[in-house]
């Protein structure tokens, strides 16, 4: 059994909660753009009609979504590192 006391550690903060949520909501949305895009051209939409309606923000949310949910993952990464870097030094 450990003798490591936990209560001393700092719980997940408002930032890395935030950054978690938002990346896995905006890589969850941008697959779905993503697929809806496939099933759309299966069905037979031509390239004129996905220029119309919701279309252009289907398209481009994937373009934009995904590197954006990897930079945040990128992000809580490092604070997390940088938070169990200075618990473990004693800082």
Known sequence: MSKHDDSTARQTGRLERFLAFTALVLAAVSVICFFSI????????????????????????????????FVMIIALLVINWARRGRAGSGS
């Open 38 to 69: 496939i099933i759309g051209t299966a069905v037979g939409m031509d390239q004129s009609a996905f220029g119309d309606g919701i279309w252009p923000v289907v398209a481009g949310l994937p373009l934009f979504g995904l590197p954006l949910a």
